[in-house]
């Protein structure tokens, strides 16, 4: 995949500049390579990167012109599957929506939870609501419409398809995705307190896994907390995966003192 690839550049306002990509496969490569560029010190100074379905907005440009002519000619590869941080995310697939997708994806409703889990995702870019990121990687026999008629109350922690995207909704909002499941507690989707405060940000990778032995105390998004065990291979809180990076690059559960 080379820089080429229908990629349009241009000025938006004094100091940033906009990156319009062909589909979100390049606009992802795209955005790795922005970050791989800045963290190697070949990037001009950027105070902020923000990628989009098909666009990447670099803020704080000092001469917008002249990186619009040098990202004119970047090689960008790929990206790996195996790169980004890894998070887990329970789910209890006990949605309203579930029989309605089951019969969209031709299988019975009880087959829809392991479908969705076969999959890998990534957070292409957030969006709608604090912590709501969309993820890409669903198979595209498995896209589905949104709804015809939106809710005016999805429930935190709603787990939904719309077209190529899944998402968990970090809090309640209106919304109009199909909704297949539940992450029995959502706080940790969004939480100002932390550094970085929200849990799925642009490049992480994530993997739905089931919450059918996670018992709960309270509704989802009213304080609920999961209180059953996780199981082997399940994050019951939705913190980063064991043996996966945080976004300081530390990896999870360890601290920047620990040594080899």
Known sequence: MSGARSLTARPAGRHALLVELADAEHTAAFHAEVLRRRAAGT???????????RTVLLDGVPD????????????????????GDVVEIPVCYDGPDLAEVAALWGVAPDEVGARHRAHTYRVAFCGFAPGFGYLTGLAPRLHVPRRSTPRTRVPAGAVALAGPYSAVYPRAT???WQLIGTMPDPRPLWDPARERA????????????????VT?????GDGATATGPP????????VPA???????GNAAGTSPEAGA
Request: cysteine-free.
């Open 174 to 176: 209106p919304g109009g």
């Open 43 to 53: 990037l001009p100074p950027v105070t902020e990167v923000v990628p989009g379905a």
């Open 242 to 248: 064991e043996g996966a990076t945080t976004g300081d």
């Open 216 to 220: 709960t105390t309270g509704a989802p």
């Open 231 to 238: 199981g082997d291979d399940v994050t019951a809180t939705g």
């Open 64 to 83: 917008p012109r002249a990186l619009a002519r040098a990202v004119a000619g970047w090689e960008v590869p790929p990206v790996a599957d195996d790169t």
């Open 198 to 213: 929200a849990l799925l940000t642009p490049g992480t990778r994530v993997r739905f896994v089931t919450a059918d032995d």
